[in-house]
């Protein structure tokens, strides 16, 4: 290809227009919980402590409401801030800070205009006078490229609260977005408005929680109305496993969590995180210890239910966001080639040591009786020592083995399966290659697997019933024994 030099003044102008490229940009995939996430990193990198968020989203189809998003970091002089509200700022290649959480010179607008259509911004750095900007999107769709000086009516009481206009030393920053047509809350119903107002909370809180814990962990504190918002650590309670550099700038732990046997229900609801064991295993990376993405295997592999313990923590610095393919909300990224190899092997390590905490059932499966009458329903197998010899026995209380009686004509058949079953144990083959016997029985279920587990559990949850059971209760028995225990988060839908 011929690549001929051309003047600088060559070509033909065709800029686009300002109100078309800003009103794409509201839709380019924000959310409430990311877009308020990306305001949080400024103030983060501008040294806050404390970040106060207030919302009010509007309960009717007019646009109104308020985002207001306040810090008290650094804060900006005058002409930084006329800077920092220009759309792109100095392009992604200017260098920055390694703890500098922003790339882009784009994500206080962008953020911004995706839950409303006016932005507000005051800030105040030492020694400098406050100063307040502000895009309007109706303004720029006549005037172009035009911010306006000063709050607009509805910000304006909105900052009056804030230290930055009540100290007149106090640095900081507030970022106030009103005319919410973005952010509504509204149904037909005002009580369902009011539920899904504090749905929408939650979920912020929950997503602002899990991606700066670590800086919660350090100090910081958000706040969102009256509630300091608690950080969630994928990793709490987690058995690290390996450690290793790739590339030389790349850190990657390995951890693998206990298994639930071992904590209590609460700690495991905890652990299973916002989205859930299958949202959380995986890979979780953190840029400039920032979390971007929450869990995933990075397309390398398929989520798993005995994969579901891995957790393998990425540390990126922010050098690497080109490499990493870091997306402007923050909220994905895409491993360069070379490193696919080493994170497919890591990945799989991680799995394998999962797969073996699960295995850990085995122990709890077959707890010591010494009668063949167990006090444990849960277990399926149980061990009858003797002298000088241990029996496997089928516990004949499992909710399982109740069902299977009670669906024969003859229980007296299924109990000679049972006997028959036992003695036959193919132990001599299991002890031979145990490794690959123990991966063999840890393979997943397939599709057809599992949706026959789920009709099998339906009928012990009608057998335990027809026991006296209340349904609640049924369900939780079923659900807490093997093998259902271990997908009780697939089977749980079918039940009923
Ligand atoms: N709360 C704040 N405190 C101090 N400075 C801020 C604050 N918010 C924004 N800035 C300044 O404004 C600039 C532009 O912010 P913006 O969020 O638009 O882009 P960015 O943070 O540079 O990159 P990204 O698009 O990745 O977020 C920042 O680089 C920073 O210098
Ligand atoms: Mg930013």
Same mark, same amino acid.
């Given at each position: 290809m011929v690549v001929t030099q051309c003047n600088i003044s060559e070509g033909t102008e065709n800029a686009p227009h300002p109100f078309a490229l800003v009103e794409a940009m509201r839709s380019i995939g924000y959310t409430p919980p990311t877009a308020l996430a990306d305001l949080i990193d400024n103030g983060i990198t501008a040294g806050a402590k404390n970040i106060k968020i207030r919302m009010s989203p509007p309960r009717t189809s007019t646009p109104s409401g308020f985002v207001v998003v306040e810090d008290d970091g650094n804060g900006m002089s005058p002409e930084r801030l006329a800077e920092a509200m220009r759309w792109g700022g100095d392009g992604p290649d200017r260098p920055r800070r390694v703890d500098d959480l922003g790339r882009f010179g784009l994500g206080m607008k962008t953020a911004s205009i995706a839950l409303g259509r006016r932005l507000t911004v005051a800030s105040r750095a030492a020694g400098e006078p406050l100063r307040i900007l502000r895009w309007d999107l109706d303004h720029i769709a006549q005037a172009g490229w035009k911010m306006l000086d000063g709050p607009d009516a509805e910000a304006e009481p909105l900052m009056a609260r804030s230290a930055l206009f009540t100290e007149p030393t106090a640095t900081g920053t507030i970022v106030i977005v009103t005319y919410l047509d973005r952010l509504a809350v509204r149904s037909s119903l005002p009580s369902h408005s009011e539920r899904n107002e504090a749905a929408l909370t939650a979920k912020i809180a929950e997503h602002l929680g899990m991606v700066f814990h670590r800086f919660i962990a350090e100090g910081l504190k958000i706040r969102l109305g009256a509630s300091e918002i608690s950080g969630w650590d994928p990793f709490k309670n987690a058995v690290l496993k390996d450690t290793e550099k790739l590339g030389g700038a790349v850190e990657v732990a390995s951890y693998v969590l206990p298994h639930h046997s071992t904590v209590t229900t609460e700690e495991d609801s905890r652990m299973a995180g916002p989205s859930g064991w299958g949202a959380h295993q995986g890979f979780l990376v953190y840029r400039a210890r920032r979390l971007?993405?929450? !869990? !995933?295997w990075l397309r390398l592999f398929s989520p798993a239910e005995n994969c579901r313990l891995a957790r393998i923590r990425i540390d990126l610095p922010n050098m690497l966001d080109d490499g990493w393919k870091l997306n402007v909300m923050k909220s994905s990224v895409v491993p360069p080639s070379w490193q696919l190899a080493d994170l497919q092997r890591i990945g799989e390590a991680t799995r394998r040591e999962s797969m073996a905490m699960f295995n850990f059932r085995g122990e709890r499966q077959a707890p010591t009786t010494g009668s063949d009458d167990s006090s444990v329903p849960n277990a399926f197998w149980m061990q009858v020592p003797s002298p000088d010899a241990v029996r496997f026995r089928i516990n004949r209380a499992h909710a399982v083995v109740q069902t299977l009686k009670q669906s024969v004509r003859d229980p007296a058949v299924a109990e000679d399966f049972l006997r028959a079953f036992e003695r036959m144990l193919p132990l001599q083959a299991i002890l031979q290659d145990p490794k690959r016997t123990v991966n063999g029985a840890v393979d997943e279920p397939t599709p057809d697997e599992l949706r026959g587990m789920a009709e099998f559990a339906k009928k012990a949850v009608k057998t335990l019933r027809a026991q006296g059971y209340a349904t609640d209760a049924a369900c939780r028995i079923v659900l807490c024994s093997e093998p259902f225990a271990l997908y009780a988060e697939k089977i749980r839908p079918h039940l009923i």
């Open positions: 971007i993405v929450p !869990g !995933g």
